[in-house]
């Protein structure tokens, strides 16, 4: 039972230091500069080592989600009841409390379907089913070397073209799927240390 609080722990920690939507931005940036022949610049005030971070947080939400999926005792608080209607103006599902507070557009999950949402362990699952731990930490790797230098990752790494695309959307889904899980169930959590 102790590596699923671990699990928790990893998922909170990687949206402690990135919230959904920048996050989901730079997933994106990432994964073209590693498809372009340009070096990944960022925008803004970003240099490479903040890549090279955002890159090793990815792989520490992985491990997190390896952990989860790992499990056959889920906890069922990040499971929605799928009698009940999904109510999207319900934030207390899918946003945190600054989003609610500003612009709750910028947090919706936007990869998921409506089985995903109900259920974003199911995510985890095909996260893990398609591919290793090792093959997921190569495959970060190889993408980041790519994003960082000159070269395109279809030239020089022989990655097929569909296969950098399902990993794109995996990695979306993973991430919005983590998110799901750590506002259903790390926001209780936090509630429950405050009222006592």
Same mark, same amino acid.
């Not at 799927?177 to 750590?182: E, G, H, P, S, V």
């Given at each position: 039972? !102790?590596?699923? &609080? /671990?699990?928790y722990c990893g998922?909170?920690s990687?949206?402690d230091?990135?919230g959904?939507?920048?996050?989901? #931005?730079?997933l994106?940036s ?7 022949r340009?070096?990944?610049?960022g925008g803004g ?15 520490g939400?992985l ?8 499990d !056959?005792?889920? &906890? /069922? ?5 799928k009698d009940?209607?999904l109510?999207l103006t319900?934030y207390?599902f899918y #946003?945190s ?15 998921l ?9 199911s995510v985890l699952?095909?996260v ?5 731990e090792?093959e997921w930490k190569?495959c970060?790797n ?6 960082l230098s000159p070269f395109n990752?279809y030239e020089?790494?022989?990655i097929p073209?569909?296969?950098l #695309?399902r ?7 993973f991430?919005e799927?983590?998110?799901l899980?750590d506002?259903?169930?790390?926001k209780?959590?936090?509630?429950k240390?405050?009222?006592k």
């Amino acid at each position: 039972m !102790k590596h699923i &609080n /671990e699990g928790y722990c990893g998922i909170n920690s990687f949206f402690d230091a990135y919230g959904l939507p920048f996050a989901a #931005l730079r997933l994106t940036s990432f994964i073209k500069a590693a498809d372009s022949r340009k070096i990944w610049k960022g925008g803004g005030k970003s240099c490479p080592s903040d890549l090279v971070l955002f890159a090793e947080k990815i792989e520490g939400l992985l491990e997190a989600g390896f952990q989860l999926a790992s499990d !056959k005792k889920v &906890n /069922e608080k990040a499971i929605l009841n799928k009698d009940s209607e999904l109510i999207l103006t319900n934030y207390d599902f899918y #946003l945190s409390s600054y989003y609610i507070d500003n612009n709750p557009r910028h947090a919706l999950p936007r990869h998921l379907d409506s089985e995903e949402f109900i259920n974003p362990y199911s995510v985890l699952h095909k996260v893990v089913e398609s591919y290793t731990e090792k093959e997921w930490k190569a495959c970060l790797n190889n993408i980041l070397h790519h994003a960082l230098s000159p070269f395109n990752i279809y030239e020089s790494s022989g990655i097929p073209m569909l296969s950098l #695309l399902r990993i794109y959307i995996l990695l979306h889904k993973f991430i919005e799927a983590c998110y799901l899980i750590d506002m259903r169930i790390m926001k209780k959590v936090k509630a429950k240390k405050v009222t006592k």
